[in-house]
């Protein structure tokens, strides 16, 4: 048994909620089954594979790519790193601005947290923080583990810069955590995870959890 101590470590639930029905770009709709005896046991959902917290994995972007049951459950779960970005004039990510923010604390292997804490942002997603290609590129050369986005963080400021953001963490088999709670986490560092539902895809929710000192 590997007991954690609750009065040393806080956990902190960085899901989101999702309720019916979403949202007409990415539905849930829920209705109730019944099994012969005429019992309430079990709701049928039709839902979109990006509702809420989620897991994208490299078949995402390439059609020979990994998914989601091929990858190893230890490449959801670690010591992470937390990227909070609050200068507008920072607001596409490069490597140096990552070098410049968590040089000191990050460790190779990490788990990176992508924060925007460019507040007006998050109103209008305009100007929000956006990882680049330079960027992606530092998670490769720097071996993150896992990139995990909060919801007002985007992956590439245009469709061409998106493709390539993707292009180079996915080819390099990094998973991405999208629409993820980062607000509550008051530290550099904590130990994160994020465990997908075993769905043999490219994409599947999951419920993201941090341990972090007190």
Not at 25 to 45: Q, W
Not at 65 to 75: N, R
Request: aromatic share 8%; charged share 25%.
């Amino acid at each position: 048994m590997f007991p954690i101590n609750l009065e040393h470590y806080r956990l902190v639930d960085l899901s989101v909620m999702i309720e019916p029905p979403g949202t007409e770009e990415r539905p849930l709709e829920v209705s109730i089954g019944r099994l012969a005896d005429d019992a309430f046991k079990m709701d049928i959902h039709k839902l979109h594979t990006h509702v809420g917290t989620h897991v994208e994995a490299p078949a995402h972007f390439f059609e020979d790519g990994a998914l989601i049951t091929d990858m190893p459950l230890t490449d959801f779960f670690g010591p992470a790193t937390l990227l909070s970005i609050d200068q507008p004039s920072e607001q596409a990510v490069t490597g140096e601005t990552i070098d410049a923010r968590v040089g000191a604390t990050y460790r190779p292997g990490d788990i990176l947290l992508c924060r925007n804490d460019i507040l007006p942002s998050r109103e209008t997603m305009e100007g929000n923080a956006t990882l680049t290609p330079d960027s992606a590129r530092w998670i490769v050369e720097h071996e993150v583990k896992l990139v995990v986005l909060d919801r007002w963080f985007g992956l590439g400021r245009d469709i061409p810069e998106t493709r390539a953001v993707h292009d180079i963490i996915m080819g390099a088999d990094i998973c991405i955590v999208e629409i993820v709670v980062l607000d509550a986490l008051t530290r550099p560092r904590c130990w994160f995870m994020a465990l997908p539902v075993a769905f043999a895809l490219d994409s599947g929710f999951a419920r993201a959890i941090a341990f972090e000192k007190r």
